[in-house]
Each structure stands twice: as structure tokens, then as C-alpha cells.
């Protein structure tokens, strides 16, 4: 059989390139080798505000996203959060093993709660949800990005505690991060991470950017005040420029040293916005297709939380017998 792999996106802000090569990229690559589900996780989403046909929307913008980007639904189960009830469901019971205090520690909360004037429960809450969602299907691989490290220990602390409490339940989860493109940094600024909800214009390249957007973008990213790449001295802006390249290229690290030594940091950016032009070219071009065909992504949708919704019954039914509540089961 083969091991299961769970990850999932929120559908806010447009998805950009740090998405694609922290995450989506990889997630392609190992489809065929494992049993995998790829969730559009709304029920996170909803943690700050949405506005709620703009939420909607992006449901299905990142549906056509995650298909566009090579997700094969024939192989892969692509599903709603909110469409299976067992997230939520399991949340609750994993909530009530776990400390405040290791929720309080979460870098991704302190940063949230600090930006909002008010901060809602479900932010505090946000890793425990995603806890379930990993735990629900017994992943035992979650192939994610960097910046969800520190998310994955805690469902890995969460699950441990709850298999010493009440028996062995829950296959212990594994963090796959990628070689290149863990964490993509801004583009106006290569100190911060590049994220959905920076509002800079210069900051993202979203995947569905037009290219001379992209171009521009890239051609005004952040550099340093050297004149050329210089391996023995490189700042982190040069850095980034390069890992993008080396992301959507495939090439080798001796190959991008051989090629860009001394190369002028105009000619550089030049350089990589061709390679993520060609490289989201067929993408944005499947992207038409799929969203073009009426009621196809609708089915992709229904299909995978009915197929997954079995798996998730079974484990909320043996977390409640584990936990002595009233299960259908017994
Ligand atoms: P989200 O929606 O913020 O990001 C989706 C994925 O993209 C990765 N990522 C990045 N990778 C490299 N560089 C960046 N600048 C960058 N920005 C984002 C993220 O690491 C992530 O893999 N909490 C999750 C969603 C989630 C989830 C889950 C993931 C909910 N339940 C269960 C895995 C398993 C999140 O907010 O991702």
C-alpha cells in the first residue's frame, strides 16, 4: 500500500511562486508515488476575515490552480475542507489534548494576532485544525513549505500526546520541504517571506500574472550595491533572484555557479523573469482551459470529499470509541 500524503492551501490573496516552489511544485512531482490528498483549506481561511464572495471565488481559483499546476484528479483526491465536517469535528477532540501554551508559542500566531486589533479564537486554534487535517487521513508525509515547520512539529506533538492518553491512534506525520524554494523571499524586500497578504506591488510574483507583469516585477526586485553575482559574498536579494531561477529551471548548483559568476544583476533579473515566463506559460495556459469548461472543477471537488469522506468517518469513529463518546460503532 502506498503511504498517504496530505497538504493543503488557503484560498486567500493570489497564489505566487513561493506557493509553487515551496509546495505545489513537489506535490506534483511525488504523485504518482504516493496516495495523496491536496485540500483547499477554508475553514483556516476563515481565521481573519473574508469577504464572502471573494472567498468563494477563490475556492475554485485555487481548485483550477492546483489542477493547472499537473495535480492529476484521476490520481490524486483534490477536496474542500468545509466539504468534509471531520475536520472540524476531529479539531474539537484534538483541542481539547492540547496546551494553550503550546498554541501561544506559534510563530505564524504571534505575528497574526499582532497585526489585528482584536484576535479571534480561531487564530490561536489555526494549528490544532490543521493537526486534524493531517491526522484525519493518517498522512504520514506533508510536503509543505518552510515557513509551516514549526505547524508540523506541534501535530506531531499533538498526535504523540494523544496516543499516550488514549492508545496508539495516529500515524506520526513527516515534514517533506524541497530543496530549493523552501522559502522565497519578497522581492521589494528579501528579508521577509513572500506572502499572500503582503500588499506591496513589487512584492509577489502571483502565478496567474500577466508576463510583462512579471517582468517588471522581477526586473525591480531588491538587490544589493554590487555591481555582479559573486558566490563568496552573496546578498540575500541575489540569493532568492537565484533559487527562483534554479526553481523553475531545474539546473544544478554547479551549473547556475558556471553560468552566473560575475554576471551584471541587470542581465541576471533578465535572466530569471524568462525562466518563470516559460515556466508558468503552459500553466496559465492549462489554467484557461480548466476554468473554462463549465461544472469540471464543481465535480473534481464533489468527487474527491466523497472519496476521502470514508477515511475521515473511520478515524473520527475511532478517536471517539478511543475517547469513551458515544460512537455509531458500538
Ligand atoms: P499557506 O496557504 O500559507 O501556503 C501554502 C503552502 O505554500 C508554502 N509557502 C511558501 N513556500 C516557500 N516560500 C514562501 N514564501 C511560501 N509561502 C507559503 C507553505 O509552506 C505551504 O506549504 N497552514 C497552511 C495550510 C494548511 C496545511 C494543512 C498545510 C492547512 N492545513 C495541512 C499542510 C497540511 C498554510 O497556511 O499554507
Redesign the pocket.
Known amino acids: 500500500m502506498k503511504a498517504r500524503v496530505?497538504?493543503?492551501?488557503?484560498p486567500t490573496g493570489d497564489l505566487h511562486i513561493?506557493?509553487y516552489?515551496?509546495?505545489l511544485k513537489n506535490w506534483v512531482r511525488i504523485q504518482s508515488d504516493y496516495e495523496c490528498i491536496f485540500?483547499i483549506?477554508d475553514l483556516?481561511a476563515i481565521t481573519v476575515y473574508q469577504e464572502p464572495a471573494r472567498l468563494r471565488a477563490k475556492i475554485e481559483e485555487i481548485a483550477a490552480i492546483y489542477l493547472a499546476a499537473g495535480i492529476d484528479p484521476a490520481q490524486s483526491r483534490v477536496m474542500v475542507q468545509s466539504a468534509v465536517p471531520e475536520h472540524a469535528e476531529l479539531a474539537w477532540m484534538l483541542t481539547c489534548v492540547t496546551p494553550v501554551g503550546w498554541l501561544e508559542r506559534m510563530t505564524q500566531y504571534k505575528t497574526k494576532a499582532a497585526a489585528q486589533e482584536s484576535v479571534g479564537d480561531g487564530l490561536l486554534q489555526y494549528p490544532v485544525l490543521?493537526a486534524a487535517?493531517?491526522l484525519l487521513y493518517q498522512a504520514a508525509i506533508?510536503p509543505?513549505?518552510?515557513?509551516?515547520v514549526q505547524?508540523l512539529e506541534l501535530s506531531r506533538d499533538i498526535a504523540q500526546r494523544f496516543n499516550s492518553l488514549y492508545g496508539e491512534t495516529f500515524t506520526m506525520p513527516s515534514t517533506s520541504l524541497p530543496t530549493v524554494?523552501?522559502?522565497?523571499m519578497g522581492l521589494d524586500d528579501p528579508t521577509a517571506?513572500?506572502?499572500?497578504s503582503a500588499t506591496g506591488t513589487n512584492h509577489a510574483v502571483a502565478l496567474l500574472d500577466p508576463p510583462e507583469k512579471i517582468r517588471k516585477t522581477i526586473l525591480r526586485a531588491t538587490t544589493d550595491s554590487q555591481s555582479g553575482v559573486d558566490f563568496d559574498t552573496l546578498g540575500a536579494g541575489v540569493a532568492n533572484l537565484l533559487a527562483i531561477f534554479q526553481g523553475f529551471t531545474g539546473w544544478t548548483d554547479e551549473q547556475v555557479r558556471a553560468h552566473f559568476a560575475g554576471m551584471r544583476y541587470g542581465d541576471l533579473k533578465k535572466q530569471v523573469a524568462d525562466a518563470v515566463i516559460a515556466g508558468l506559460e503552459p500553466f496559465q495556459s492549462r489554467y484557461r482551459e480548466i476554468v473554462a469548461e463549465p461544472g469540471y472543477l464543481a465535480g473534481v471537488l464533489r468527487d474527491g470529499a466523497e472519496r476521502v469522506r470514508p477515511l475521515a468517518r473511520e478515524t473520527v469513529e475511532l478517536v471517539k470509541q478511543r475517547m469513551g463518546l458515544f460512537s455509531e460503532l458500538v
Do not use: T
Not at 181 to 184: I, L, N, Q, T
Not at 193 to 196: I, Q, V
Open positions: 496530505l497538504s493543503g492551501m488557503q513561493g506557493n516552489l515551496g509546495a485540500c483549506v483556516h490543521m487535517d493531517i506533508v509543505v513549505g518552510e515557513d509551516q505547524h524554494g523552501a522559502r522565497v517571506k513572500m506572502s499572500k
